[in-house]
């Protein structure tokens, strides 16, 4: 399967816990994207890197969230001391260039905080 | 960023066309317009893409009139497996994290 790919699929965790997602891009996709999408919403973006960078992050990603892409390769979202308004889907997308392809999103990690 | 209406549910039949508007009146310039489709637990999948008149590919056609201000996402003879919440974005695809899914629209198919 060379579609992007996101581990766990589901977690269940405690508050207060942290977590930890991970992301497999699409070979050679240069940037890759994490959303977060709760239920009857569409997603909403989190932050983006270009390669290895994180060049953007929004204001919904608290200081309790960190991302990173090691090598530019695979990506992990990290969330710390986990909050029941954490619960959601935490999808990944990748692109080969922004602006000119499209966006491939993985089939997403679900989170419930209890 | 220019946002966007659309319906919140539609039903249909299969075997009928089916079209979607999605209302974008603060649309800019260098916006384009882009729909997506979404299957519960799955993420999203890219269906068309356009910036002006009409962009037609395997799977879908979208109308853009020539003020831009709205767009239909048509689906031609839909059957009970585009049953999925199908999402307009508007903005500048130079900078995908500036676009917005909105709550999208609900396509119920039945037989």
């Known amino acids: 399967d060379t579609g992007v790919s996101q581990n766990p699929r589901h977690k269940i965790t405690k508050r207060g816990q942290n977590v930890t997602f991970r992301c497999d891009p699409i070979?050679?996709?240069?940037?890759l994207y994490w959303y977060r999408q709760t239920l009857g919403q569409g997603p909403e973006f989190l932050t983006y890197?270009?390669?290895?960078?994180?060049?953007?992050k929004s204001r919904l990603l608290s200081d309790r969230f960190s991302a990173e892409r090691p090598k530019g390769s695979f990506s992990t979202l990290e969330i710390q001391r986990t909050e029941q308004g954490d619960s959601a889907m935490y999808l990944c997308?990748?692109?080969?260039?922004?602006?000119?392809?499209?966006?491939?999103f993985g089939p997403g990690t679900r989170l419930t905080v209890l | 960023l220019a946002k966007t209406t659309q319906p919140i549910s539609m039903d249909s039949y299969e075997g009928q066309e089916v079209n979607i508007t999605c209302s974008h009146n603060n649309i800019a310039t260098n916006d384009y317009i882009t729909w997506y489709q979404q299957f519960p637990s799955q993420g999203p999948r890219f269906i068309i893409q356009g910036y002006k008149t009409k962009v037609t590919n395997e799977v879908a056609s979208l109308f853009i009139p020539a003020d831009r201000k709205s767009s239909t996402l048509s689906l031609p003879r839909v059957s009970l497996s585009d049953t999925a919440v199908y999402y307009c974005?508007?903005?500048?695809?130079?900078?995908?994290?500036?676009?917005?899914f909105g709550k999208g629209t609900m396509l119920l198919v039945s037989p």
């Open positions: 890197f270009q390669n290895e960078a994180q060049l953007e």
């Open positions: 974005l508007v903005g500048d695809i130079r900078r995908y994290s500036t676009l917005t």
């Open positions: 070979s050679e996709h240069n940037r």
């Open positions: 997308a990748s692109e080969l260039r922004e602006g000119i392809d499209e966006q491939f």
